[in-house]
T-cell receptor
Framework: GAVVSQHPSWVICKSGTSVKIECRSLDFQATTMFWYRQFPKQSLMLMATSNEGSKATYEQGVEKDKFLINHASLTLSTLTVTSAHPEDSSFYIC??????????????FGPGTRLTVL | DAKTTQPTSMDCAEGRAANLPCNHSTISGNEYVYWYRQIHSQGPQYIIHGLKNNETNEMASLIITEDRKSSTLILPHATLRDTAVYYCIVRLFYGQNFVFGPGTRLSVLP
């Protein structure tokens, strides 16, 4: 299957600092990537849809000025958590859509980035 | 909201087949059934998807009932590494986001 990588796999930062997370599709091009957040013992929640060359679309309740998304190429999307606070501590997961044939498509997920804000 | 209903948890003996049910009674004609799994502290892993025919790949088999209101994911010979949360997802049409419900926590026991 298609491979999606994330970097870093974990990060610890101080409150008030910014953290950038990278998501890369390694063996396919992705015009659309997605960013999810997962709190302990909960399911994945979609934060935003990242489209190559255009602005991201954010889900209701997600602050676009706090979670900056850039999708500058067909294989790279970045999520920057600005002025991070302890409540932003979570598991952040990206996915990339592989446009398939036969009337449907499939998303492949990265391994996730665990963010801890002190 | 997720359009599927799955048992909260299941156990399976190592080496035996694991049969994970999913109810999607409101599925419409152009919706696909997808299965993903998430091993602890990892991103979800794609397993299989189907529309109305049964599907099989190197990981699992997907059995969809004739009325498409339910499906079963079959792991033919479960191993300890198959312990994970399994998500059954129904997608409305091409390009729609995946909506994750709570899934089924499968524990494969030695």
């Amino acid at each position: 299957g298609a491979v999606v990588s994330q970097h870093p796999s974990w990060v610890i930062c101080k409150s008030g600092t910014s953290v950038k997370i990278e998501c890369r599709s390694l063996d396919f091009q992705a015009t659309t990537m997605f960013w999810y957040r997962q709190f302990p013992k909960q399911s994945l929640m979609l934060m935003a849809t990242s489209n190559e060359g255009s602005k991201a679309t954010y889900e209701q309740g997600v602050e676009k000025d706090k979670f900056l998304i850039n999708h500058a190429s067909l294989t790279l999307s970045t999520l920057t958590v600005t002025s991070a606070h302890p409540e932003d501590s979570s598991f952040y997961i990206c996915s990339a859509r592989d446009d398939g044939t036969g009337g449907t498509d499939t998303q492949y997920f990265g391994p996730g980035t665990r963010l801890t804000v002190l | 909201d997720a359009k599927t209903t799955q048992p909260t948890s299941m156990d399976c003996a190592e080496g035996r087949a694991a049969n994970l049910p999913c109810n999607h009674s409101t599925i419409s004609g152009n919706e696909y059934v997808y299965w993903y799994r998430q091993i602890h502290s990892q991103g979800p892993q794609y397993i299989i998807h189907g529309l109305k025919n049964n599907e099989t790949n190197e990981m699992a088999s997907l059995i969809i009932t004739e009325d498409r209101k339910s499906s079963t994911l079959i792991l033919p010979h479960a191993t300890l590494r198959d312990t994970a949360v399994y998500y059954c997802i129904v997608r409305l049409f091409y390009g729609q986001n995946f909506v994750f419900g709570p899934g089924t926590r499968l524990s494969v026991l030695p």
